[in-house]
T-cell receptor, first 113, second 114 residues
């Protein structure tokens, strides 16, 4: 699985968009980009995933560069409840198998009032 | 109410004792996973199982054992061979057969070995 690089921490103002970068320069063509987040002392929560097209759901948007070497998770209107550690993961998906994920250090996001 | 339950939330044990952590899911998921998290660190995979009666070692399986006798249950035993067992343990489950394969996590068990 490709290695990812994320900034260790970032602050964001409540109500503003939060843009979380992730570098995955060694990603291969069949690897997906996944984002999870973990609120303090809870289990991680799935946010979104994509292969090469941009994706949007009720929680966030995922923008993947054309060369797929980096991506950005966008929280459109950050709230205090979005304070968490955000993990970017790249992973080959084998449809017949479960989805073994490798979590790195993530980005600690603090949303401030 | 569908989901994953882990019990207990906090567990204390004396050094040298084996301890078993419970994980149950009613999501009808085929795959289940155990992770360990140390303070300020990401999750590390201990064991995973894609189907009943089968499981594979993850990245840090030494000192741990699992069983998968039922689809809904995947208990983890922390043995006395695990050198630093104090950690936050997370269980997860997922479907197989789609690109989403979202992992759903339980609330975790915080194990402290005294």
């Amino acid at each position: 699985d490709a290695k990812t690089t994320q900034p260790p921490s970032m602050d964001c103002a409540e109500g503003r968009a939060a843009n979380l970068p992730c570098n995955h320069s060694t990603i291969s063509g069949n690897e997906y980009v996944y984002w999870y987040r973990q609120i303090h002392s809870q289990g991680p929560q799935y946010i979104i995933h994509g292969l090469k097209n941009n994706e949007t759901n009720e929680m966030a948007s995922l923008i993947i560069t054309e060369d797929r070497k980096s991506s950005t998770l966008i929280l459109p209107h950050a709230t205090l409840r979005d304070t968490a550690v955000y993990y970017c993961i790249v992973r080959v998906v084998v449809l017949a198998a479960g989805n073994k994920l490798t979590f790195g250090g993530g980005t600690r996001v603090l949303v401030k009032p | 109410d569908g989901g994953i339950t882990q019990s207990p939330k906090y567990l204390f044990r004396k050094e040298g004792q084996n301890v078993t952590l419970s994980c149950e899911q009613n999501l009808n998921h085929d795959a289940m996973y155990w992770y360990r998290q140390d303070p300020g660190q990401g999750l590390r995979l201990i064991y995973y199982s894609q189907i009943v009666n089968d499981f594979q070692k993850g990245d840090i399986a030494e000192g741990y054992s699992v069983s998968r006798e039922k689809k809904e249950s995947f208990p983890l035993t922390v043995t006395s061979a695990q050198k630093n067992p104090t950690a936050f343990y997370l269980c997860a489950s997922s479907t197989t057969g789609s690109t989403r394969n979202t992992q759903y996590f339980g609330p975790g068990t915080r194990l402290t070995v005294l």
